[in-house]
């Protein structure tokens, strides 16, 4: 299967859960509310602390697009996520925020993401991302 990969360009005034948010939810438009399997979250906020406890006691949580984008709802909120969006079985899409700073959507070639939607970002090569 072929995929893609993207870093996306914050700017100063702009946060990544309100950019992540656009994304998630043109997702859930088109494909629906996961599951997600989350294997990696720090955040804060009611719902993101709540999700970063249970993961800490585990290796992996799923969650819904509407969960996801609940603890996407809260700016300066996620500091490291790890979410993959599952179909058949498989990670069809993959959220990355290491640092609050820095913003990478990996994807399948079938999953297209308008720029509308996606803003500005540099194409990376997947490889670099074991993707």
């Known amino acids: 299967m072929k995929r ?3 870093t996306l360009r914050l700017q100063p005034n702009e946060s990544l859960e309100t950019r992540l948010a ?3 939810q043109y ?3 088109f494909l629906g509310e996961g599951p997600w399997d989350v294997s990696d979250l720090d955040a804060t906020g009611d719902l993101g602390g709540e999700l970063t406890l249970t993961l800490n ?3 992996k949580i799923a969650v ?3 969960d996801l984008l609940r603890m ?3 700016p300066g909120n996620v500091i490291e996520l790890d979410a993959s969006l599952v179909r058949e079985g498989e990670a069809a899409l993959r959220l990355i925020v ?3 700073t820095s913003v990478d959507i990996l994807g399948a070639a079938d999953i297209d993401l308008p720029p509308a939607v996606v ?3 540099v194409s990376q090569d997947p490889t670099l991302f074991g993707w």
């Open 4 to 6: 893609w990969a993207m």
């Open 22 to 24: 656009a994304v998630v």
């Open 27 to 29: 997702l859930q438009r």
């Open 57 to 59: 006691q585990t290796n």
């Open 64 to 66: 819904s697009t509407s």
């Open 72 to 74: 996407l709802r809260e």
């Open 98 to 100: 290491r640092d609050g």
């Open 119 to 121: 803003g500005d970002h």
